[in-house]
Antibody, heavy 124, light 105 residues
């Protein structure tokens, strides 16, 4: 059974960097048949995909246009986890952040396992 | 850019009702659409993918249809545990979610 366990601070000051980690059990961050994503949910309920990393003989990274200049997703094979770093945060980045596994079918990605979510508030 | 529009934004229903939710893509996405159920304080749960394929463990009262731009999620007989918010997600490119439909009493 795949489980994703998230960790990280719930409060970040404006202009600083938001950092979260997702520990994977029951699968490998280096799997060559799935992807690993970060998704956030605003206080109004909207879901926004932020980016993903995946391994296909080498590491690949894709990021949403809306955050591309501020976001980095890093895999850590030694700890079987992946992380999110979002810099220069503003109050608009306040959201519940989820990590999720992407199951790939017909080269399309659907999210079949999710972390528990972490509410991150950006405030001074 | 593709936009995903769900309707209605909320629906009032009773146990045993047939409930239909619609998701429209601003451009054709073939059958590359998923549906999720989310309960308060929990992560979304995958119900269907590729428009009509039922995810393992999901009850058969959930079904999906559609292709191109118009898609439908149907709950054939609403159960108490089905009161939740439902989201569509297009998978033809970077993932994009609809705005959600709340199914309430």
């Amino acid at each position: 059974q795949v489980q994703l366990q998230q960790s990280g601070p719930g409060l970040v000051k404006p202009s600083q960097t938001l950092s979260l980690t997702c520990d994977i059990s029951g699968d490998s961050v280096s799997s060559n048949i799935v992807t690993w994503s970060w998704i956030r949910q605003s206080p109004s309920g909207g879901l926004e995909w932020l980016g993903k990393t995946y391994y296909r003989s080498k590491w690949y990274y894709d990021y949403a246009v809306s955050v591309r200049s501020r976001v980095t997703i890093n895999p850590d094979t030694s700890k079987n986890q992946f992380s999110l770093h979002l810099n220069s945060v503003t109050p608009e980045d306040t959201a519940v952040y989820y990590c999720a596994r992407g199951a790939v079918t017909d080269f399309k990605t659907y999210f079949d396992y999710w972390g528990q979510g972490v509410l991150v508030t950006v405030s001074s | 850019d593709i936009q995903m529009t769900q309707s209605p934004s909320s629906v009032s229903a009773s146990v045993g009702d047939r409930v239909t939710i619609t998701c429209r893509a601003s451009q054709g996405i073939s059958r590359w659409l998923a549906w999720y159920q989310q309960k308060p304080g929990k992560a979304p749960n995958l119900l269907l993918y590729a428009a009509s394929s039922l995810q393992s463990g999901v009850p058969s009262r959930f079904s999906g249809s559609g292709s191109g731009t118009d898609f439908t999620l149907t709950i054939s007989s609403l159960q108490p545990e089905d009161f939740a918010t439902y989201y569509c997600q297009q998978a033809n490119g970077f993932p994009l979610f609809g705005g959600g439909t709340r199914v309430e009493v």
